[in-house]
T-cell receptor
Framework: DADVTQTPRNRITKTGKRIMLECSQTKGHDRMYWYRQDPGLGLRLIYYSFDVKDINKGEISDGYSVSRQAQAKFSLSLESAIPNQTALYFC????????????FGPGTRLTVT | AQSVAQPEDQVNVAEGNPLTVKCTYS??????LFWYVQYPNRGLQFLLKYITGDNLVKGSYGFEAEFNKSQTSFHLKKPSALVSDSALYFCAVRDISRGSQGNLIFGKGTKLSVKP
C-alpha cells in the first residue's frame, strides 16, 4: 500500500550494529504497529502506538525499541543487532476501534550477519 | 487466550477449480475476523473481514469467507481459482480479551499454489 512506506527496503548489517527502520504513513491514522515475519511463524507484534504519546510493547519487544516522532512516523530500532533478528519487518497503521483493518507497508528485509 | 489456527501450510489447486483456505479461531466473546493476502515481495493486503451480520462475507479479487460460529471457523473461498491467486494467506482475529488492546492475532499463514 503506497500510503504506508518503509525505509530501507533491504538492509544487511553486522552483529552488534545499531540499526533504525523507518515507517511513514499518509493515511492519517493514529495507530501504528511494527511486526516481524519469520517463515512458518506468521506475524508477531513487536511494538504498537495508539497516538504520539502512547507506546506499548508487543509479544516480542526484547532487543527492540521504538520512537513515535509524529502521527505519521514510527521508527523501530535494533540497539545491538543479532543474527536471530534476521527477518522481514512490517509497519502497519489503522484507525481506532475493533472493527478496522490494518494497512501494511511493503516491508524491510533485514539480514544480520 | 485468543488464538487463530490455519491447519494447512500449503494448498494446491488447479486453475478454474474452487479453492478453500481454512481458518479456525478461539475467542472468549464475539469474534472480529480478518483475511489478508501477501504476494511475493509485498506487504499484506486486506481481503475481507467479519464483524457482524451475514455469515457470508464478500471481499476483494472475488474472494469470500464463511463465518461458522458453531464450528468456530472462518474459511476463505473462491469459486474459480486463478494462477495469479498464488500467494500467502493469513487469517487474523482481534484480541478483545480483558486487558488487551484489541490487537490482531495472526495465523501462521497458508501458501496457496494455483497451477495452470
Amino acid at each position: 500500500d503506497a500510503d504506508v512506506t518503509q525505509t530501507p527496503r533491504n538492509r544487511i548489517t553486522k552483529t552488534g550494529k545499531r540499526i533504525m527502520l523507518e515507517c511513514s504513513q499518509t493515511k492519517g491514522h493514529d495507530r501504528m504497529y511494527w511486526y516481524r515475519q519469520d517463515p512458518g511463524l506468521g506475524l508477531r507484534l513487536i511494538y504498537y502506538s495508539f497516538d504520539v504519546k502512547d507506546i506499548n510493547k508487543g509479544e516480542i519487544s526484547d532487543g527492540y525499541s521504538v520512537s513515535r516522532q509524529a502521527q505519521a512516523k514510527f521508527s523501530l530500532s535494533l540497539e545491538s543487532a543479532i543474527p536471530n533478528q534476521t527477518a522481514l519487518y512490517f509497519c502497519a497503521t489503522s484507525e481506532a476501534g475493533y472493527t478496522y483493518e490494518q494497512y501494511f507497508g511493503p516491508g524491510t528485509r533485514l539480514t544480520v550477519t | 487466550a485468543q488464538s487463530v489456527a490455519q491447519p494447512e501450510d500449503q494448498v494446491n489447486v488447479a486453475e478454474g477449480n474452487p479453492l478453500t483456505v481454512k481458518c479456525t479461531y478461539s475467542v472468549s466473546g464475539n469474534p472480529y475476523l480478518f483475511w489478508y493476502v501477501q504476494y511475493p515481495n509485498r506487504g499484506l493486503q486486506f481481503l475481507l473481514k467479519y464483524i457482524t451480520g451475514d455469515n457470508l462475507v464478500k471481499g476483494s479479487y472475488g474472494f469470500e469467507a464463511e463465518f461458522n460460529k458453531s464450528q468456530t471457523s472462518f474459511h476463505l473461498k473462491k469459486p474459480s481459482a486463478l494462477v495469479s491467486d498464488s500467494a500467502l494467506y493469513f487469517c487474523a482475529v482481534r484480541d478483545i480479551s480483558r486487558g488487551s488492546q484489541g490487537n490482531l492475532i495472526f495465523g501462521k499463514g497458508t501458501k496457496l499454489s494455483v497451477k495452470p
